[in-house]
């Protein structure tokens, strides 16, 4: 097994050279990538966009990152997975030859277990979805499939495809996963969105529902986390070897680290049951003014532009526990302010600016 192990790690560190080698004028673009393919800009660009156009794949969107990236780090707790940057210098495999040498970068130095790729994951979850969606709005009512549809699903499709094959390259090539960790990313993404398809009751739950699910995610992580620890195993093993094989220290954040993108995911959940039970939602979204275009316009792009001057915003890491509570406050206010917070002042401006028209 072990055997088996160090041979498919070696032929990633093999295809991370290569890439590195022959693809070095293309770095700007892998690490535009993996920014971008970030589950942050899910949160903070496409939600907003999403959810004030189509408000049940808003609602799926959220649902699918959050639990698809829970699973992630169940998944990484459970299997182990090694990173490339630190294998190689970890292992005995190249013992009577000299390790190969591959370069890193300031993303390279995530802090959890490798298998399988958040990245890789949460892009083909988010992206399965949008897809789907478009899809789903081509084809109408009549569900009709006409030559304008195929055409469209070919386009959609390859594009989506295409955006997968970039993210998974990009995460080999800064080194931050092996070949198969992206592979198995890209397959259990699609297997989360495809799952959440057939899932109705997120579209309508109660603020009870959300407190229900966010307290059981976090609570079995946390369980698990010290039932393993209480057996001997320390599932934070792999924030040592960042910190030690991470070529420059400043690369290594600690909002990488498991318990950081929890708590980050759970906030965005929690935030999102307060904001669709508030009465500041019910006020605009479902009033007169919500299904008029300017409105959904107007609360597109104050959004974007609030949630922007918001990622600014980056909590204190000098404390652990300081910053994992202001990383869930931030986090929960994202979809408060888009959800209902905006909306609200949104539609009372329009309101004022009707009244002074008549």
Do not use: D
């Given at each position: 097994m072990e055997a088996g192990m160090n041979l498919l790690h070696d032929t990633g560190i093999q295809a991370t050279r290569w890439l590195q080698e022959y693809f070095q004028g293309s770095q700007d673009w892998f690490l535009f990538i993996s920014f971008a393919a970030d589950l942050r800009n899910a949160f903070f660009v496409l939600f907003p966009i999403w959810f004030h156009f189509s408000e049940s794949v808003g609602i799926r969107l959220i649902w699918v990152a959050v639990i698809g990236d829970w699973l992630n780090l169940v998944f990484k707790w459970i299997l182990f997975g090694e990173r490339p940057y630190w294998w190689v210098h970890e292992t005995d495999y190249?013992?009577?030859?000299?390790?190969?040498?591959i370069?890193?970068?300031?993303?390279?130095?995530?802090?959890?277990?490798?298998?399988?790729?958040?990245?890789?994951?949460?892009?083909?979850?988010?992206y399965y979805i949008m897809v789907t969606a478009l899809l789903s709005t081509a084809m109408g009512k009549k569900q009709s499939r006409t030559l304008k549809y195929w055409v469209l699903?070919?386009?959609?499709?390859?594009?989506?495809w295409a955006v997968q094959v970039c993210v998974c390259l990009s995460r080999v090539f800064i080194a931050a996963h092996f070949p198969h960790q992206v592979i198995a990313g890209v397959i259990s993404g699609m297997a989360v969105?495809?799952?959440?398809?057939?899932?109705?009751?997120?579209?309508?739950?109660?603020?009870?529902?959300?407190?229900?699910?966010?307290f059981f995610l976090f609570s079995f992580a946390l369980g698990f986390y010290l039932l393993l620890l209480a057996l001997g195993v320390d599932l934070l093993w792999t924030l040592e070897r960042a910190r030690r094989w991470c070529a420059h220290p400043e690369w290594v954040h600690i909002d990488t680290t498991p318990f950081a993108s929890?708590?980050?995911?759970?906030?965005?959940?929690?935030?999102?049951?307060?904001a669709l039970n508030s009465h500041m939602y019910v006020e605009s979204c479902r009033g007169k003014q919500g299904r008029q275009l300017p409105f959904r316009l107007g609360c597109v792009a104050a959004s974007l532009l609030v949630l922007h001057l918001f990622d600014a915003f980056k909590p204190p890491s000098h404390m652990q526990l300081l910053f994992y509570v202001l990383s869930f406050c931030k986090s929960a206010a994202v979809p408060l302010a888009t959800v209902g917070l905006i909306p609200y002042c949104v539609s009372q401006l329009l309101a004022t600016q009707d009244k002074k028209a008549v």
């Open positions: 190249y013992r009577n030859t000299s390790a190969p040498e370069q890193q970068f300031p993303l390279t130095c995530e802090t959890g277990p490798g298998s399988p790729s958040g990245h890789a994951m949460g892009a083909a979850g988010v699903w070919m386009v959609l499709w390859t594009g989506f969105a495809k799952t959440f398809q057939h899932i109705h009751c997120i579209y309508h739950a109660s603020l009870c529902r959300y407190l229900g699910v966010t929890l708590l980050r995911n759970l906030g965005i959940l929690f935030g999102l049951g307060l």
